[in-house]
Each structure stands twice: as structure tokens, then as C-alpha cells.
């Protein structure tokens, strides 16, 4: 499950099983949110909806906190962090933004002048 | 019998369905877009294919990451639309073609592609929005849809090579089917994009170019690519784009490009449209 080749790539997480053993109930808990029902719970008292689920404090906490960068990193996958976002009413960009340490228009002027390039971005070892 | 008579390449960013469904369709960040997939949208409109067989992945929609299928294939009669947290996109419900789907189940199974049967599912962006860019708002979609959800967001995915090759069983599955039927392929996703991490907001025009390039002249170059590759040079969202090598495999060896449009940025993301047809 281990793909060390990933590593080696600057800014990155993906979704291995590492991550996902880690995030397992993070994600649940990001998952339960595609209910209405439990998004308004959620919105009432975030703290007690999120005692509800086997997620350790470092990951609530980001949570409260809307901490996207930590939650990756705490095993979040970016598809099921963003229905956080979505319970915010917060765009994507926004999310995307803050990984980065930009401001949504920083970013959303970068995207439109053609994204961030990916020269210097691809190998933390210097091999690519 | 039936045939596969096109193979279709598109993004499928959420934010283009947001701008159909919001009427944004003529701002400025969209209206580049929306024109560089017209031709498309009239010659698919003027080919009246019966069946898309669409290749797309799901975001934590249909799929929460207790069930991890990584080849889903939709044998439902109908596929409503996902709530993916604000409501579900307001589209006309989505026809499979149930009889052609199970006969593409049974016949790639038994070529020991081991898919996943789906007779329930909600289908959700990364499905709709290209049926949006290529059919526009219609009232009712004018085709049948047979759903292929393929796994991306959880490593390990499948190869780029074993996304082509399901593609090529899916044409001998097609071709074997007795019905008359004019049968597309769409890839979906992509181009390149990186929703996360430092590298957020990375585009690869360059490597964009080369990937269209080969998709035509060279895909050998494109399903023996390592994952690493993918992720390095397209960002952590754009190895979706193995899931064009399925549309590209369905099509044979040799085909002919008949369009190709290429757009940064839609949101986060790098647009991408190309429309193929085999020959011989």
C-alpha cells in the first residue's frame, strides 16, 4: 500500500491506504455530511456531532478549525473534505487557495493567467 | 450488430455544471469553454449515437470509502442525479441501456475483467457535466447512458494500461452485441489539476499537449506510464486522465481525430475536448 515514488513528489498527498487507515473515520464523518439531516446536527453544535464519531482531537480540532492542510494530512481525502466546505458554502477554490497559503483572488488570478507551473514543483530529490 | 462509432475526450469539472446550472454560461470565465466545445455538441447532436458508454469517476458521491470498486459498471435501467452536498444538479435523469450493459458485464468477466455490477446508482459530476458540454439542457438527455465509474481517488488505482485494455474488452463486448446500435465512448476528467497541497492550482500545458498528442499517434507511450508520472505531471487530480486511455482502447489502433480543444483554466482545472472515430 506504501508507493514510495509518491514521496518524492513536492505538495502532494495522494490518497494511499496508508491515508486511509489513518483518515478511516474522518472520512466517515465528511461522508455523513451528504445528509441534510446531518449537516443542519452538525451546524448546531459542531464539537458534540463531532464526539460522535472515533476521530482523534488533533482531527477535530482541524475540523473546528477548517484546517484543509491538516486534515490531509491527518488522512482526509480531498473529496471528502470538501463536503466540509460545501456545509460552509465555501468554493472549491477557496479550499484550493488556502493549501498554498494564497488568497481565493491570489489563486484565482494565478489560475487565470495559466495555473501554477510545474517547473522546480516536480521531484523533491532533483531527480525530474 | 453494434459498433463503436466515436470515442470522445472531456473534462468534467463541477464548476462547468454550476455555470450551466446557475445561467453563467455567457460570463467571461465560462463563455471560452462553453465555445470551444460547440463543434462537438453539433456533431455528436448530428451522429444521434444511441448509447454513450461513459467512462467517469465518482467523488465520494455514489461511493463513501467502505466500498472501493475499482471498475463499476452502471446495469440499471435509470441514474439520478447526486445530491453532492447543495442539492442535486437540476438534469434530466440519466437512461442506461440495461441489456447491453449486462452483456458487456458477462463478456468482459468472462475475458477476466472482474468489474463491479451496479443496479443502483446515483451518478454525480463527473458524469453529468460532460453531458451538459456535449448534449447542452435538453429536457430529456437524447442518448442512453451506460455509466463505467472507475477508481481514482483511492490508491491503488488501476493502471493506465488496464484502463486501455478494459477499453479494447469492451469493444469486443460491443461488437458482439446482435442489436443495431451506434455505440460512443467518453473518457472523462482531467486535464491537468491539483486541488491540494503546495502544488494547488498546478497546470501542465505542455505535458496537456503531449498527452493529446499521443492519445492519437503514440498511446503505447500513455498506458505504460507510471502512476508517479501521472501525479508528477498532470497533479494529484489529473491521473483521472488513465480513464481516456478506456475510451482510446475501445477505439482500435487506428483512428482519425476529427477535433480537439484545449482550455486553462476551468476553476482549478485544465479543460480538454477531443472527438475520434476509428478506422477500419
Redesign the interface.
Known amino acids: ?1 506504501h ?1 514510495a ?2 514521496e ?10 496508508e491515508r ?1 487507515i489513518a483518515g ?1 473515520h474522518l ?2 464523518f ?2 455523513s ?2 445528509s441534510a439531516v446531518n ?1 443542519a446536527r452538525f451546524k448546531r453544535d459542531e464539537r458534540a456531532y463531532l464526539d460522535e464519531w472515533a476521530m482523534s482531537d488533533a482531527q477535530k480540532q482541524a475540523v473546528l478549525k477548517r484546517d ?2 491538516s486534515l ?1 494530512e491527518q488522512g482526509g ?4 473534505v ?2 466540509i466546505a ?2 460552509d ?1 465555501r468554493p ?2 477557496s ?3 488556502s ?2 497559503g494564497q488568497t481565493t483572488e491570489e ?1 484565482a488570478a ?3 493567467s ?5 517547473a522546480g ?3 523533491i530529490s532533483g531527480r ?1 | 450488430m453494434a459498433r463503436i462509432t466515436a470515442g470522445i475526450g472531456s473534462s468534467h469539472v ?2 462547468i455544471g454550476a455555470a450551466v446550472d446557475g445561467g453563467r454560461m455567457a460570463h467571461p ?1 465560462w463563455a471560452p469553454i462553453f465555445a470551444g466545445y460547440e463543434w462537438t455538441r453539433h456533431w455528436v447532436a448530428a451522429q444521434k449515437p444511441d448509447v454513450v458508454i461513459l467512462v467517469y469517476n465518482d ?3 455514489a461511493f ?3 466500498v472501493v470498486p475499482t471498475f463499476a459498471l452502471g446495469c440499471a435501467d435509470s441514474f439520478a442525479p447526486a ?4 442539492g442535486p444538479r437540476r438534469v434530466p435523469l440519466v437512461h442506461g441501456h440495461s441489456k447491453l450493459a449486462w452483456h458487456i458485464a458477462t463478456s468482459v468477466v468472462l475475458d477476466e475483467f472482474d468489474i463491479t455490477i451496479m443496479n443502483e446508482m446515483n451518478v454525480d459530476h463527473g458524469l453529468t457535466v460532460p453531458l451538459s458540454l456535449i448534449l447542452g439542457q435538453p429536457s430529456e438527455w437524447p442518448v442512453k447512458v451506460i455509466p463505467l465509474a472507475v477508481n481514482v ?4 488505482t488501476p493502471t493506465a494500461n488496464r484502463c486501455f485494455r478494459l477499453g479494447e474488452a469492451i469493444a469486443r463486448a460491443v461488437r458482439s452485441f446482435p442489436e443495431d446500435l451506434s455505440v460512443q465512448v467518453w473518457g472523462t476528467g482531467g486535464m ?1 489539476h ?12 505542455q ?1 496537456d499537449t503531449d498527452f493529446l498528442d499521443k492519445l492519437t499517434a503514440d498511446p503505447d507511450a500513455l498506458r505504460t506510464m ?3 508520472e501521472y ?3 498532470a ?3 489529473g491521473m483521472e486522465l488513465i480513464m481516456w486511455l478506456t475510451m482510446r482502447g475501445a477505439l482500435g489502433p487506428r483512428i482519425r481525430e476529427l477535433y480537439r480543444f484545449y482550455h ?2 476551468a ?2 482545472t ?1 479543460v480538454g475536448n477531443v472527438v475520434f472515430t476509428p478506422e477500419g
Open positions: 500500500m508507493n515514488a509518491f518524492d513528489i513536492p505538495g502532494t498527498y495522494v490518497f494511499t491506504g486511509a478511516r472520512n466517515r465528511c461522508m455530511l451528504m449537516r484543509f492542510k490531509l481525502n480531498i473529496f471528502f470538501l463536503k460545501a456545509v458554502g472549491t477554490q479550499v484550493a487557495a493549501f498554498a489563486y494565478m489560475m487565470r495559466g495555473g501554477r507551473n510545474p514543483l516536480r521531484s525530474f | 463541477p464548476a470565465d467523488h465520494a458521491s463513501s470509502l467502505d445530491d453532492e452536498g447543495w481517488i483511492q490508491y491503488p491537468s491539483q486541488l491540494s497541497g503546495a502544488r494547488a492550482g498546478l497546470i501542465n500545458r505535458w507510471s502512476h508517479e501525479v508528477r505531471e497533479g494529484s487530480e486553462v483554466p476553476s482549478n485544465a
